[in-house]
C-alpha cells in the first residue's frame, strides 16, 4: 500500500537555535491509528509542527502522497488534507462553540455545505451540541478536546493529527477519545497521535513510533512495540510495570 | 448646571466617538500582528493633511474627503507593511523590533510632513465648524455633534465588518490565536497586510474628522500617542470593544475635568489612567489575566 504520509530524514529546529529533529522519519499508513511516543523533549510536537508548516524544515522531505508538502504554509497544507490540534488545543477562547466550528470550515465557501457539516459534527458530539452558543474559553479541559477534535472534522481531512488529547483529561474522557478516534479510523480517516502515556497511547493505536532525540529509534506494529523489551526498558518505564 | 452638564457629557462623548475611530486602528494592528504602531498619530496627522489639501484646493468638505484620506492611507499602510514589517515578522526579536520600527517610521513620516508642509497650524473650516445646535441652554458645536456621529458610524461598519464577513472573521480568529487561525486554513500573511492597511485607513478616517475639529500640525502626533496609548491598554491589548468603551469613558472624564479643573488637566487624564491602570488592571477593562502571554 503506498504510504499516505512520509516523513525523510528531517532537521528542524526554532529559529537559529539548535536542531530539535535530527533526521526524523514517519511513514503513516491510510485508515491506521498511529501513535508517537517517546519522552519529555524528544521532539513530537516539533515533528507535528513540522508537518503542519507551523514550523519549516532545515533539511529532509515531507510527502502527502507523494506529493511533496514541506515547503507549504499552514493554511495550504490544511487544504492538502492534513488537519492538526495542537498540544494547547488552539481554540478561539472568545468565540462561541459554534463559531469555533465555523472557523474549522473557514476554507468551505459554500455557507449551506458549511451548515450541514456543522449541524452533522453537532450531532454527532451531543456535549458540544448543548453548549453550542458558549464560548470556547469558559469550557471544562475535556470538552476543549472534544471541540478542538470536532472542529478539524468539519473539512473532513485525510488524516487527523492530535498532539497529546489525553492531557489532562480524565480516565474515562480519555477512553471517549479513544472511541472517536477509532469512529474516524473506520470511517475512512487516518489517525496520528502523540502520546505521553505510551501504554494506553499503544493499545488504542495500530501502529507505533518511538522518537528520542530528534531521531526515530522503532516503528511497527503496537502491539509489538508495547512488547518490545527494549522500549518496555527505554521508554515505558514503570508505567508498562 | 444640569444643562452644562448634559452639554459636557454630549461633547465628551461626541469626542470619545473620535478617540475610539484613532484607537480602533491601532487596536486591530495590535491584535492582529503585535505591532505597538507608535506611528499611528502621524497617520492620523497625514490623513488631516489629505483632508486639509483637498479642501483648500477644491473645497472638498473634510467628512466627504473622509473615504479618500482613508484610501490614501490604506496604500501608505500596504506599502509600509511590506516594506518594512513583513520580513521582520519572522525574527526572533519581533516585538522589541516593532517598536523601534514604528517609532522611526513616526520620526521619519513627522520629518517628512514638516519639510514638505511646515509645522504651521492648520485647520479646515467647513460652515458646520463654526455653526453649533442650541437647545435651551445645551450648546453642542455641529463640528464635534457631526465627527462623533460619523465615527460611530464608521466603527458600526468595521464591527460589522469584523463579526459578519468572512474575512473579518480571520481577523478577529487571528488575533485570538495565530497559530490556530493559520491551521484553520487562514493565510494569516495576508490577514497582517491587509488588516494593517485596513488599520492605517481608519487612522486616516480619523485624521480626516481631526482637520476641522482641531487644528494640526505634524509634531501635534506626539501628543496623542499617550491618549492613544492609555484607550488600547485600559482596553486590554488588541480588544476592539474595551478600546472603544474606554474611549468614551476617558473621553467623557476628560471632558469633566476639563470643565472643572481646565484643559491641561483635561489631557493629564489620559495619562493619569494610563498610569493606574498598569499598577491596578494592567489586563485592562475587558482583558483577562490568564489568556495569552
Ligand atoms: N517554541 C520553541 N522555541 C525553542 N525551543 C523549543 C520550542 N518548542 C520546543 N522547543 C524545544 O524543543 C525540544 C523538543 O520539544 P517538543 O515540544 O517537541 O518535545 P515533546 O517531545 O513534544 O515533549 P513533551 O512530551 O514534553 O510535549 C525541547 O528541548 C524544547 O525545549
Ligand atoms: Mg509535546
Known sequence: MPELLEVRNVVAGYGSGPAILNGADLHVSPGEIQCIIGPNGAGKSTLMKAITGLLPIRSGEIRL???RIDRLRPDQILQKGIAFVPQERALFP?????ENLRMGGYTIRDERELKRRIDDVLHRFPILSERASQHAGTMSGGQQQMLAMARTLIVRPKIVMLDEPSLGL??????QMFD???QLRDSGMTVLLVEQNAVVGLKNADRGTVLDLGRTLFSGPARDILKDPRVRELYLGKAAA | MLASTLQVLIL???LGGVYALMASGLTLIFGVMRIVNLAHPIMIIAGAFVAYWLFRLYGLDPILAMPIAASVLFVIGVVLYKLVFEKEAASAKYSEMTVLLTFAVALCADGLLGALFSNTQRVTTPAYATDAFIFGTVF??????YAGAISLLVIGALLAFLNFSRFGTAIRATTQNRAAAQLMGVNVGRVSLITFGIGIALAGAAGALVSFLFSFFPAKHWEWIAILM???VLGGMGKLMGAILSAFLLSVIAAFVGTYFGSTWSTMTFFLALFVILLVRPQGLLGDRQEEA
Request: charge should be positive; hydrophobic fraction near 50%.
Open chain 1, 65 to 67: 502522497m507523494g506529493e
Open chain 1, 94 to 98: 472568545r468565540m462561541s462553540v459554534r
Open chain 1, 170 to 175: 480524565a480516565p474515562m474522557i480519555v477512553q
Open chain 1, 180 to 182: 472517536i478516534m477509532r
Open chain 2, 12 to 14: 465628551g462623548l461626541a
Open chain 2, 140 to 145: 453642542i458645536p455641529k463640528g464635534q455633534a
Open chain 2, 230 to 232: 492609555s484607550l488600547v
